[in-house]
């Protein structure tokens, strides 16, 4: 079972347009969201992360926005650029408990920018 | 500082076979954990070491069992090899308690079986 919904699984944008990536989860002990950048042949690497405590965390070009009570979060990245050109995973994890760390990733987002 | 290192970068080798995969963590890291990731699907955890102990461990069958060293590096072993088992193994490491909002990737091993 996904623990982590992500959509749309592909984007194309005009650069300098928006870019939205939208997630959604179930279980509602998860109290940490990071999003992920990954580039072809590289593992992921930390892009942004938001606790629910927070509606909205911006850093630079990247903002993340959460809705506790809709169990949603997206992240939008403004004036794209082709460098942006990527796969986006977002994630959920618990900071506590047996599970402490552990991050279940959505299935991930193609984001194509487009000069 | 190298990061999280992997070797190899990749392998191929045919069902029924053994496979073991390595990785060092970044200096300072105590955490490994390993990662599955199909093609064109998200990383999906398949165990964490620390203190050289096996401290949680997703949904897969025991053919995939790890080791961590006292210096912290880390293997992944997988045995009797099948074609589903063709993915990027990625390593991350981070620092015990809090140090998960810090995971630190490697570039992953990309294993092929045919």
């Keep these: ?115 | 500082d190298a990061g999280v290192t992997q070797s190899p970068t990749h392998l191929i080798k045919t069902r029924g076979q053994q496979v073991t995969l390595r990785c060092s963590p970044k200096s300072g890291h105590d955490t490994v954990s390993w990662y599955q990731q199909a093609l064109g699907q998200g990383p999906q955890f398949i165990f964490q070491y620390y203190e050289e102990e096996e401290r949680q461990r997703g949904n897969f069958p025991d053919r995939f069992s790890g080791h961590q060293f006292p210096n912290y590096s880390s293997e992944l072993n997988v045995n009797a090899l099948l074609l589903g088992d063709s993915a990027l193994y990625l390593c991350a490491s981070s620092l015990a308690g809090t140090g998960y909002e810090k995971l630190l990737f490697g570039s992953g091993t990309q294993l092929s079986v045919l």
Excluded at chain 1, 1 to 23: H, M, R, Y
Excluded at chain 1, 72 to 88: C, E, K, R, V, W
């Design chain 1, 1 to 115: 079972q996904q623990q982590v919904k992500q959509s749309p699984q592909s984007l194309i944008v005009q650069k300098g347009g928006i870019s939205i990536i939208n997630c959604a989860y179930e279980n509602t002990a998860f109290d940490y969201f990071p999003w992920y950048q990954q580039f072809p042949g590289k593992g992921p690497a930390l892009l942004i992360a938001i606790r629910p405590d927070v509606s909205e965390k911006k850093e630079g070009r990247f903002t993340i926005s959460f809705n506790k009570s809709a169990k949603q979060f997206s992240l939008h990245i403004m004036d794209s650029q082709p460098g942006d050109s990527a796969t986006y995973f977002c994630a959920a994890s618990h900071s506590r408990g047996s599970t402490l760390g552990r991050l279940y990733f959505g299935r991930g987002t193609q984001l194509t920018v487009w000069p």
